[in-house]
């Protein structure tokens, strides 16, 4: 079964400041993708940004960008110019395969708090 | 484009009681996902519905189930409520899966 872990349950960072989040992951498959979400407080779950894993290019939508380094098991997520909305639990998850037949896997979240 | 819509938005039931949630997909969105998000415990995978039928199933006991409708909306019943059940329920769809999910904004269900 696949696990994905956060070992940062809390982070904070200034605003304007660029801030890294960890997310690691287990999984035997070669073909998958990984996803970051972000609820604030509003608890709406928000997709942040995605990597497919047959892609060496690192994903980056405006102020998000991922590592992606696929012989680590890694996935991490970097916030540049930290706005006080970026504020929020953000999640790491997987999903296994090209058809995308499992479910998504979440981690345990990161809290990011974004200080003026 | 309406988003994924989830009801009621909060919900109070006695333990032993028995609890339904609705979602209804973003039109055109076939398949539809419910996790609980319980304190500490990040998203844990309850149920997948895609065209009717249940895809797949989470590590939870059977008096958590569901269904989904023709029309391709869904509601998960918890039967016989604990403790523990309380938490918040997400629901969430997607049209090709790799994609991601589109979340709602959740059922907070808090169990006396």
């Known amino acids: 079964a696949q696990t994905v872990t956060q070992s940062q349950p809390e982070m904070s960072v200034q605003e304007a400041e660029t801030v890294t989040l960890s997310c690691t992951y287990d999984?035997?498959?070669?073909?998958?993708?990984l996803f970051w979400y972000k609820q604030p407080p509003s608890r709406q779950m928000i997709l942040v940004i995605r990597q497919e894993a047959y892609k060496q290019q690192n994903a980056t939508e405006n102020r998000f960008s991922v590592n992606f380094q696929k012989a680590a098991k890694s996935f991490s997520l970097k916030i540049s110019d930290s706005q006080l909305g970026d504020t929020a639990m953000y999640f790491c998850?997987?999903?296994?395969?090209?058809?995308?037949?499992?479910?998504?896997?979440f981690g345990k979240g990161t809290r990011l708090s974004v200080i003026a | 484009e309406a988003g994924v819509t989830q009801s009621p938005t909060h919900l109070i039931k006695t333990r032993g009681q028995q609890a339904t949630l609705r979602c209804s997909p973003i039109?055109?969105?076939?398949?539809v996902y419910w996790y609980q998000q319980a304190l500490g415990l990040g998203l844990q995978f309850l149920l997948w519905y895609d065209e009717g039928e249940e895809r797949n199933r989470g590590n939870f006991p059977p008096r958590f189930s569901g269904r989904q409708f023709p029309n391709y909306s869904s509601e998960l019943n918890v039967n016989a409520l604990e403790l523990e059940d309380s938490a918040l329920y997400l629901c969430a769809s997607s049209e090709a899966t790799f994609e991601g999910y589109t979340f709602g904004s959740g059922t907070r269900l808090t169990v006396v």
């Open positions: 998850a997987f999903m296994a395969g090209i058809s995308g037949n499992t479910p998504l896997v």
């Open positions: 999984t035997s498959e070669s073909n998958y993708y």
């Open positions: 039109s055109g969105h076939t398949s």
